[in-house]
């Protein structure tokens, strides 16, 4: 498969999944996969010369205990499907895969896609929790505080919030 049959391929899988994407350069697609733990995974899917990358953002680096995150996410990488966790120059972790042009297919294209949304929105709360816990709890304790809402912390209340830490 050329690089110009792989683009058409690549939207029309994600036209076909109802996935909303922007095409900011011929062959580069920027998609938003909706979460329900983290609420979007921003995901590249680049056309190249021998591949498509697939490429998406998962958390920052680690604020505190950084043995136990990247133990975590390594001990993930062995089971997973079509991308794995890695660095960048910075420590930010991503999602990254490589999928050569001959395998790009409609159907491969939702598998990864699938892939991503599935270890970004299942894992996140957990790798947040094991690398952010110092800041989550003194974001919870600012808010209280503050009567700001809480919502999207509930997920972290069994170690944030004082009141369930004590009872």
Known sequence: MDGVSTRETVAAALKAAEVPF????????LATLPGRRKLDTM????VGEQ???VEAFFCRQPD????EFYRFLLGKNGGMYGVHFCLDAVGDVHLVGRIPLAAVSEQEVDRVLGCVLTYSDDWFNTALELGFAGAIRREWAW???HGQPLKNLQAFAHFADPARAEG
């Open 143 to 145: 808010r209280a505080k």
């Open 43 to 46: 995901t590249w899917l680049v």
């Open 51 to 53: 591949a498509l990358l």
């Open 64 to 67: 505190e205990n950084h043995a």
């Open 22 to 29: 922007e095409e900011p350069r011929p062959g580069a697609f």
